[in-house]
């Protein structure tokens, strides 16, 4: 079973950077389509971005396109979100998800299409 860890939360200002990982053990990593969710107390969890088996593909949400990368080193079972220009908005836990084999694109927003999710990161941005 794929077990997934998440690091690299903390307290940032607006306009700061940080860099999640998430650490996989006991599984595929390597062939999976892994992503970042996001959410705040009230809210549903959501989705952040996605990226390939390979490297090769990522989407993003529109509200992080252009500020955040999602990134993967699978020699290193490790995948990655790099956050620049942080606002208060972002202020969550963030999650790391491992799809579900055979995932199809236009799937990978969907919390559904997860079979596996870390504990989550808090990460806190302050204006």
């Known amino acids: 079973q794929l077990q997934l860890v998440e690091s690299g939360g903390g307290l940032v200002q607006a306009g700061g950077s940080l860099r999640l990982s998430c650490a996989a053990s006991g599984g595929i990593f390597s062939s999976a389509t892994l992503a970042w969710f996001r959410q705040v107390p009230g809210k549903e969890r959501e989705f952040v971005a996605a990226?390939?088996?390979?490297?090769?593909?990522?989407y993003d949400a529109d509200s992080v396109k252009g500020r955040f990368t999602i990134s993967r080193d699978n020699a290193k079972n490790t995948v990655y979100l790099q956050m620049n220009n942080l606002k208060p908005e972002d202020t969550a836990v963030y999650y790391c998800?491992?799809?579900?084999?055979?995932?199809?694109?236009?799937?990978?927003?969907?919390?559904?299409?997860?079979?596996?999710w870390g504990q989550g990161t808090q990460v806190t941005v302050s204006s």
């Open positions: 990226i390939s088996w390979s490297g090769g593909s990522t």
């Open positions: 998800a491992a799809a579900r084999t055979g995932t199809a694109r236009w799937a990978w927003d969907s919390r559904g299409a997860y079979a596996y």
